[in-house]
């Protein structure tokens, strides 16, 4: 089966740097999105990554290993503001999207 | 660019009536509307998927005669859920694509409460 996994909850402080990893196995792949969702407000686009390697784009990055199948989602500098889910998501052979279930990250003062 | 809208943003319905939300591409034309539905703490789930002009393909478990989706053009998709009962409550959320890429534009999402 198809299956994306991802933290259900993390913790970091406002100033900081936190990871958000994501693993996933599809059939097929053609692609792996990053989406920032905040509580009750539909999904925000952030990443797309289709070949290995990272993806700098202001305080986040995104890092893509398709052997490993594997990727992170880097935030640096927090801000209070960056409290919201993170949902990862992997377009599969038939350029389906199957989400992850989120994490939800916490920025503490 | 590449905004796409939905309304009502919010509906209170009682049980057994419809109601259609409307998803509108804004500034593109979209070749594929997903609409998906959101329990609260839960991720997206895919409802269905269509085309314009052509039946839209429902995922597994998603009644098609309950959950009725029109895409009557490039730039509108309908989702109208019929005799709505409280466990179809939910955020339901559309999005679309353009062209080859494969990024989804979401709508701002409704929140259906069915009292």
């Known amino acids: 089966g198809q299956n994306i996994d991802q933290p259900t909850e993390m913790t970091a402080t406002e100033g900081a740097i936190v990871q958000i990893n994501c693993t996933y196995q599809?059939?097929?792949?053609?692609?792996l999105f990053w989406y920032q969702q905040h509580a009750g407000e539909a999904p925000t686009f952030l990443s797309y990554?289709?070949l290995d390697g990272l993806e700098e784009k202001g305080r986040f990055s995104s890092f893509l290993s398709r052997s490993k199948g594997y990727s992170y989602l880097l935030l640096k500098e927090l801000q209070m503001k960056d409290s919201a889910s993170y949902l990862c998501a992997v377009a599969d052979s038939n350029y389906q999207l199957i989400w992850g279930a989120g994490t939800k990250l916490i920025i503490k003062p | 660019g590449a905004v796409v809208s939905q309304h009502p943003s919010w509906v209170i319905c009682k049980s057994g009536t419809s109601v259609k939300i409307e998803c509108r591409s804004l500034d593109f034309q979209a070749t594929t509307m997903f609409w998906y539905r959101q329990f609260p703490k839960q991720s997206l789930m895919l409802m269905a998927t269509s085309n314009e002009g052509s039946k839209a393909t429902y995922e597994q478990g998603v009644e098609k005669d309950k959950f009725l989706i029109n895409h009557a053009s490039l730039t509108l998709s309908t989702l109208t859920v019929t005799s709505a009962h409280p466990e179809d409550s939910s955020f339901y959320i559309c999005?679309?694509?353009?062209?080859?890429?494969?990024?989804?534009?979401f709508g701002p999402g409704t929140r259906l409460t069915v009292t």
């Open positions: 999005s679309a694509t353009m062209g080859s890429f494969h990024e989804q534009y």
């Open positions: 990554n289709v």
């Open positions: 599809t059939s097929g792949f053609n692609g």
